[in-house]
C-alpha cells in the first residue's frame, strides 16, 4: 500500500531526525525510515562535542545557526539532551602550533567571524589547568560545549513522532524511483510518496546519491572512541590538540571521553567495526602525557561509529543538482554532529521555501560535478 | 612474576582454564599444535575446579569426588606442551583473531589461527528488593572464598533461591563446619510437574544420585523452607534480615548473611564482543550462542566450549573442549587428528554427560518474579538504575537494551552488563511485549575486563606512532 505524505527523510540520524521535525514545525507530514534505529550509528556514538571551534570555513555559517539553536535545545525538544556550555579548547603543544592558530584566529576575524579566540598559556592554563606546563597558548571558543549524542538524537526523533511525523525503524528504505512527480520507496510491503526525499543516510548515503546518478567521492570510516572509569573533576572544557589526534571531554559524572580520529576497520554491511587498539594506545599516551591526573583512570569501553566522510572533509548539504525534490544532508565527515540542529532548520527551509538566509552555498553536491555539467 | 606469552602467533590460543579450557588445550597441545592457555586466575581450575592445584582443604569428601577430577585434567595438560598463563585477563578478541591480553599489569597481543573460548559461566542476575546491601552476596562468590581459602560463614547465615549448585553449596559450607541457618528455596511448584516427562533421562544420569544424596545430606541439618514466592533483604546500609512469603504466608528472619543463587548462564561478554551471533534460549533464559557441533561459532576461527556454549556443567565442559579441540587439529594438522579420540566416541560422551540436562532447566528454572523486578528494586548497580527507572525510559521511547543506555546509562559501568544484561532484556520484554530475541542485547566492546590508561599507554609504538614523534 502506498501512502502519501509531505516528505520522506532517509536515514534516522541527528541530521534526518532534525530535518524530519524541522519539516513537522512547518507544518508538513514527514515520514522518517532508518534501517536500524534512530541514533544507532555516528550519530549516537560519536563524541558528543557541541563545537565550532576549528572548523571548515564554508559550514561555519551554518556551524553557527545550530549553535543557537543548541542554546535552546530544551524548548525545541523538551530535552536538555545533557547539553553543557563549558566552551571548547584548542591547545597548542608548541611556539610553531600557536603560531599556527595566530594566523588562523587571524583569518577567522577578516571574514567576520569573531567565535574563536586566541588565548595565552596563563588564560589556557585557567581554563585547563590540568594541561602540561610546557603549552604555550591555543584558542578558544567559549560557547561550545557537548551534549549526550544518543539522548540528543533520540530526543529529535521523538519530538518529531510527537508532532505528527511517521517513524519507520529497522527495515530499509528500498526501491528508491521517481515517478509522476513523487518520491516512492518502499520500506518492506509498504510504500511511501513524496514530492520531496531527503537523503540523510549517513554512510549509507553515498551509494544512494550514486544510486540516483550524483557519484561523490566519499568513504565509510569509523573513528574510534574510549570512556574511563569515575576520575575526580579536573576539566569543563572540552579540549582538543592542534599537533596530535586527541579530543578529550570530562562528564559530570567523572567519566572520561577520549578520541581524536583513530579510526577501526568499519564492516558496513555487517553494522560492525574492529578496533585497532595499537592506534587507541597512541592516545592514551598522549593523555598519559598531557594530563598526569589520567595516568591511574582505566579504560571501561572503546567503540566506533560508522559514518560518511568526503574527500574534502565538507558535507554534502543542499538541493540536488539533477533531480527536482531530491535534497542531499550527509558526509559530515566525523564533524557533523553539532550542526545537525541546524542542518535540519536549514533543509527546513529549503524544502519548504526554497531558499535560506545562511550560507550554504559550497556545500552543495554540484561541487563534485561542475566539469561534468559544463 | 608474571610472564608474557613467548609468541606473536600460536595456532591454537584457548581462553579459561576450567573444565573446557584445560581439556581444549591439552589435547591441541598433544597433538603437536602450538597452544596459549590464558587464564585469569591464580591457578588451574575456572569456578568448577577452583584452587585445585592450591587449595588449602584437603579432606577430599568435603568438596567431593566431583570437584577433585580437576587435578587429572590439570596434571595432562601439565604433561602436555601447552604453553600456559595465569593472571591473564583477555581483555579484546576480534573477527581477525587477534587478542589483547593484560598480565602483571602490562599488555600483550597474540594472534591465533583458531581461538577456543572457554569463559564458563556467570550467576544469573538475582535483583530483589535489597540485593545491593552489603551482606548479600552470590553463593559463587561464597564458594570461591570457601575452595580458595576454606572460609565458611560463621555467622547468621540463609541461603536463597535454587539449582543444583546452591545445594552443592550448601553441603560444601555444611561439611567445612560452616553455618546455615536456613535455605530459601524458590524453585516454583509447577515446575517440579513440568519436569516429569524429562525425568527418565535424568534418573539414569549420573547427577541424580549424586543430587538426591546431597539434598538429603542438607535437608538433615538445615531448615529448608520450599515454595518461596516472594523474597527481599533489608537492613540500613547493610543486611539485617531477609523477608520471604511462602504458602502465603509472610516471615522475616534475622541474618547477617544472605547468600543468593538462581542457576549460571552463559558468559558471553568476550564471545559478544569479538561479533558472534547469540540467540535467547528459551529454556535456560539466556543468550547461548550459534554453533556447530563442533562448537564453531558464526566467526571464523572461533569455537567455543564448556558453559559459554551453553549451560551443560562440568562433565560436557571437558568433552566440548575435547570436541573443539579436535576440530581444530583437523583444519590445521589432519595427520594428528588421527590420534584423537573419534569423533563419533566424543559425541558420545558428550550425549552422556549432558543426559538429564533438560529436566534441571525445567526444574530450576526461575520464576518471573526473581527475573523481573518491580518498583523500586535495583536494577543496574553501577548505575543505580531500577526497575521503575528502566519502564519509564521504555514509555518515552527507549526500545532496547542499547537504547536506554542512552536514557539510563545502564551496563555502561563497570561491570559491562553482567549483573544487569539479562535482567535488562527481560524486563523491557515484558514492558514492550517482545520476546527476548526481539529486545537484543547490549553492544558489547572491548576492554571487557577495565584495563589502565597507564597499561593500554604502555603499548609498544607503531611505525605510525614514531614518525609522529618524529614530526611533534
Redesign the interface.
Known amino acids: 500500500m502506498t501512502t502519501n505524505v509531505d516528505a520522506i527523510v532517509i536515514g534516522g540520524g541527528i541530521h534526518g531526525c532534525s530535518t524530519t521535525l524541522h519539516l513537522c514545525l512547518a507544518g508538513l507530514k514527514p515520514v522518517l525510515i532508518e534501517k536500524d534505529?534512530a541514533?544507532?550509528h555516528a550519530s549516537?556514538v560519536n563524541a558528543g562535542g557541541v563545537r565550532q571551534l576549528a572548523r571548515h570555513i564554508p559550514e561555519i555559517p551554518l556551524s553557527i545557526r545550530s549553535m543557537g539553536i543548541w542554546e535552546k535545545i530544551n524548548d525545541l525538544l523538551d530535552d536538555d539532551c545533557s547539553f553543557e556550555s563549558h566552551g571548547q579548547v584548542l591547545v597548542a603543544?608548541n611556539e610553531e602550533e600557536l603560531a599556527v592558530c595566530r594566523a588562523r584566529v587571524a583569518e577567522l576575524n577578516a571574514l567576520g567571524f569573531t567565535h574563536e579566540e586566541l588565548i595565552d598559556a596563563s588564560e589556557l592554563r585557567r581554563l585547563v589547568p590540568a594541561v602540561a606546563e610546557t603549552c604555550p597558548g591555543g584558542v578558544v571558543s567559549r560557547r561550545d560545549g557537548a551534549a549526550?549524542p544518543?539522548?540528543t538524537t533520540?530526543a529529535f526523533?521523538?519530538k518529531a513522532e510527537q508532532l505528527g511525523a511517521t517513524v519507520r525503524?529497522g527495515v530499509a528504505a528500498g526501491n528508491i524511483r521517481y515517478s509522476d512527480g513523487l518520491w516512492h520507496v518502499d520500506v518492506g510491503s509498504d510504500s511511501y510518496a513524496a514530492p520531496v526525499l531527503v537523503n540523510a543516510a549517513g554512510a549509507w548515503a553515498g551509494k544512494i546519491a550514486a544510486a540516483l546518478g550524483e557519484p561523490v567521492p566519499v568513504e565509510t570510516v569509523a573513528p574510534m572512541l574510549m570512556?574511563?572509569?569515575r576520575v575526580p573533576h579536573f576539566i569543563d572544557p572540552v579540549v582538543i590538540l592542534r599537533?596530535?589526534k586527541l579530543s578529550f571531554k570530562q562528564f559530570k559524572?567523572g567519566t572520561v571521553l577520549i578520541g581524536g580520529g583513530h579510526l577501526a576497520t568499519s564492516y558496513q554491511d555487517?553494522n560492525?567495526t574492529?578496533?585497532d587498539?595499537?592506534?587507541?594506545?597512541?592516545s592514551?599516551?598522549t593523555?598519559?602525557e598531557l594530563f598526569p591526573v589520567?595516568?591511574?583512570?582505566?579504560?571501561?569501553?572503546?567503540?566506533a561509529g560508522i559514518e560518511a566522510k568526503m574527500k574534502d572533509d565538507i558535507p554534502v548539504f543542499g538541493p540536488s543538482s539533477r533531480h527536482k525534490g531530491l535534497y542531499h544532508q550527509f558526509g559530515f565527515s566525523l564533524h557533523g554532529f553539532q550542526l545537525g540542529p541546524g542542518a535540519g532548520a536549514v533543509m527546513a527551509e529549503l524544502i519548504v521555501n526554497g531558499g535560506t538566509q545562511t550560507r550554504i552555498s559550497d556545500l552543495g553536491i554540484e561541487r563534485f560535478h561542475r566539469s561534468a555539467a559544463r | 612474576m608474571s610472564v608474557a606469552p613467548k609468541r606473536e602467533d600460536y595456532d591454537v590460543v584457548v581462553i579459561g582454564a576450567g573444565p573446557a579450557g584445560l581439556a581444549a588445550a591439552a589435547t591441541s597441545a598433544e597433538a603437536g599444535l602450538s597452544t596459549l592457555l590464558l587464564d585469569e586466575n591464580a591457578g588451574p581450575g575456572g569456578q568448577v575446579f577452583r584452587a585445585i592445584s592450591s587449595t588449602p582443604v584437603t579432606d577430599r569428601s568435603q568438596l567431593g569426588a566431583d570437584y577433585w577430577v580437576g587435578a587429572e585434567l590439570v596434571q595432562s595438560l601439565r604433561a602436555s606442551t601447552a604453553e600456559v598463563i595465569h593472571r591473564a585477563t583477555v581483555w579484546s578478541l576480534d573477527r581477525n583473531l587477534d587478542i589483547a591480553v593484560s598480565i602483571g599489569g602490562a599488555s600483550a597481543f597474540v594472534k591465533a589461527k583458531r581461538v577456543i573460548l572457554a569463559t564458563g559461566a556467570l550467576e544469573r542476575p538475582f535483583a530483589i528488593p535489597g540485593w545491593t546491601l552489603p551482606g548479600v552476596m552470590t553463593a559463587g562468590a561464597a564458594q570461591t572464598m570457601l575452595k580458595s581459602s576454606g572460609l565458611v560463614p560463621d555467622g547468621r547465615t540463609a541461603i536463597a533461591g535454587q539449582g543444583p549448585l546452591l545445594w552443592l553449596l550448601a553441603a560444601q559450607i555444611l561439611r567445612l563446619g560452616g553455618r546455615i541457618d536456613r535455605i530459601l528455596d524458590t524453585t516454583e511448584r509447577g515446575n517440579y510437574l513440568a519436569a516429569l516427562p524429562h525425568a527418565f533421562a535424568f534418573l539414569t544420569s549420573p547427577y541424580f544420585t549424586k543430587g538426591l544424596s546431597m539434598m538429603r545430606e542438607v535437608k538433615a541439618k538445615v531448615e529448608v523452607v520450599s515454595g518461596v514466592t516472594e523474597l527481599a533483604a533489608a537492613g540500613e546500609g547493610q543486611l539485617a534480615g531477609v523477608s520471604y512469603v511462602a504458602g502465603g504466608k509472610r516471615e522475616t528472619i534475622a541474618v547477617d548473611l544472605l547468600l543468593l543463587h538462581q542457576g549460571v548462564v552463559p558468559n558471553v561478554n568476550l564471545a559478544m564482543s569479538a561479533g558472534i551471533e547469540h540467540r535467547w534460549d528459551d529454556l535456560q533464559l539466556c543468550w547461548s550462542p550459534v554453533l556447530d557441533a563442533n562448537g564453531s561459532s558464526s566467526v571464523a576461527g572461533i569455537a567455543i566450549a564448556g558453559d559459554g556454549a551453553g549451560i551443560g556443567g562440568a562433565n560436557a565442559a571437558v568433552v566440548r573442549g575435547r570436541i573443539a579441540a579436535r576440530a581444530a587439529v583437523e583444519a590445521l594438522a589432519p595427520a594428528a587428528a588421527a590420534k584423537l579420540p573419534a569423533l563419533a566416541t566424543l559425541r558420545r560422551d558428550l550425549a552422556k554427560a549432558e543426559r538429564g540436562r533438560v529436566f534441571l532447566d525445567t526444574l530450576f528454572r526461575p520464576a518471573p518474579q526473581f527475573r523481573i523486578p518491580s518498583g523500586d528494586t535495583i536494577v543496574c548497580r553501577c548505575e543505580e538504575v531500577t526497575a521503575n527507572d528502566v519502564l519509564e525510559s521504555v514509555a518515552i521511547g527507549a526500545t532496547g537494551p542499547n537504547q536506554l543506555k542512552a536514557y539510563r546509562r545502564t551496563g555502561m559501568g563497570p561491570c559491562q552488563g553482567r549483573l544487569c544484561g539479562l535482567t535488562v532484556t527481560e524486563l523491557m520484554a515484558q514492558a514492550r511485549g517482545k520476546t527476548p530475541q526481539e529486545i537484543g542485547y547490549y553492544r558489547l566492546r572491548a576492554p571487557v575486563k577495565p584495563i589502565t590508561l597507564a597499561e593500554l599507554a604502555a603499548v609498544p609504538k607503531t611505525e605510525e606512532d614514531v614518525k609522529a614523534v618524529v614530526r611533534g
Open positions: 534505529y541514533g544507532r549516537g603543544e549526550n544518543a539522548q533520540t526523533r521523538r525503524e570512556i574511563t572509569s599537533g596530535r559524572n555487517r560492525e574492529v578496533l587498539w595499537k592506534s587507541l594506545a597512541i592514551a599516551r593523555v598519559f589520567m595516568r591511574g583512570a582505566t579504560i571501561v569501553r572503546a567503540w
